[in-house]
C-alpha cells in the first residue's frame, strides 16, 4: 500500500493563479483532512471530509476550496493564490470507528510569489 | 515543553538520554491524544496514542503519560538515538464524531552524539 500520497511536491504560483493540490488515500479510509503548516506553528485545519461526498470548513478555510467525489480522493483547490498561502500542504486520512490515528501524506511545499 | 498556543519549544539531549517532551492541553472534553513525528521535510509519522480513560501507555522505547488532573501530557523516549531528532507534536481531539485533531505547536528535539 502506498498510503497518502500527494501531488505535487512543490509548486511555485504567482498571485492570482490557481491550482489544485490532489491527495490519494489508498486504504479506504473514510475521513480525509487537508491542513497547513507554517514556521514555528503547528498543524491548522483547513476543510475536511467525513465520506464521499461531503465536506466541511476547518480553522483556517477562507481562500480554499475542496471536493470529495471519489472515497479515495480528496482535491484541495486556490481558486486566486495569495502570498499569504504560502505554506506546506499535508492531507491526511483516517479510518474512523474506534480509530482516531490520522495518516499524513508527504507534504506539498507552495510558494506564491 | 509544548502547548496549544506557545511558540516552538527545543530540546536538546545527548544520545542514550532518556527525554522528556511536555504538552499542556485546554480543553478538558478530550478524551483522545496522540504523538507525532516530524522528520525535516517529511509528514508527522504517528508514534502513540492514549485515550483518556488512561493514564499511562507505553509503545517500543516510548512511554506516554496523562495527567488529566492538571490537563497534561508526555511523551518519554528511552535511551535516545540521533534518529529521534525531529518535531514532536501532540494533538488532541477535542470530542464529537470527525474524528479530527487540534495540534500544539510542536517541540524540536536535537539528539547530540
Known amino acids: 500500500n502506498a498510503g497518502v500520497t500527494q501531488t505535487p511536491k512543490f509548486r511555485v504560483l504567482k498571485t492570482g493563479q490557481s491550482m489544485t493540490l490532489l491527495c490519494a488515500q489508498d486504504m479506504n479510509h473514510e475521513y480525509m483532512y487537508w491542513y497547513r503548516q507554517d514556521p514555528g506553528m503547528g498543524l491548522r485545519l483547513i476543510h475536511y471530509s467525513v465520506g464521499e461526498g461531503t465536506t466541511a470548513k476547518g480553522e483556517v478555510p477562507d481562500g480554499y476550496n475542496v471536493s470529495r467525489l471519489k472515497k479515495q480522493n480528496f482535491l484541495l483547490g486556490l481558486e486566486s493564490a495569495a502570498p499569504s498561502q504560502t505554506s506546506v500542504y499535508f492531507c491526511a486520512s483516517t479510518v474512523g470507528g474506534h480509530h482516531y490515528e490520522q495518516y499524513f501524506g508527504p507534504g506539498t511545499r507552495l510558494t506564491v510569489t | 515543553g509544548e502547548s496549544v498556543g506557545l511558540h516552538l519549544p527545543t530540546l536538546s539531549v545527548q544520545e542514550g538520554d532518556n527525554s522528556i517532551i511536555n504538552c499542556a492541553y485546554s480543553?478538558?472534553?478530550?478524551?483522545?491524544f496522540i504523538w507525532y513525528k516530524q522528520e525535516s521535510g517529511k509528514g508527522p509519522q504517528f508514534i502513540i496514542d492514549?485515550?483518556?480513560?488512561?493514564d499511562k501507555r507505553q509503545g517500543q522505547r516510548v512511554t506516554v503519560l496523562l495527567n488529566k488532573t492538571v490537563k497534561h501530557l508526555s511523551l518519554q523516549i528511552a535511551a535516545t538515538q540521533p534518529g529521534d531528532s525531529a518535531v514532536y507534536f501532540c494533538a488532541e481531539n477535542p470530542g464529537g464524531s470527525n474524528y479530527k485533531l487540534t495540534f500544539g505547536k510542536g517541540t524540536l528535539l536535537t539528539v547530540n552524539p
Open positions: 492514549i485515550r483518556s480513560n488512561m
Open positions: 480543553n478538558s472534553a478530550s478524551d483522545y
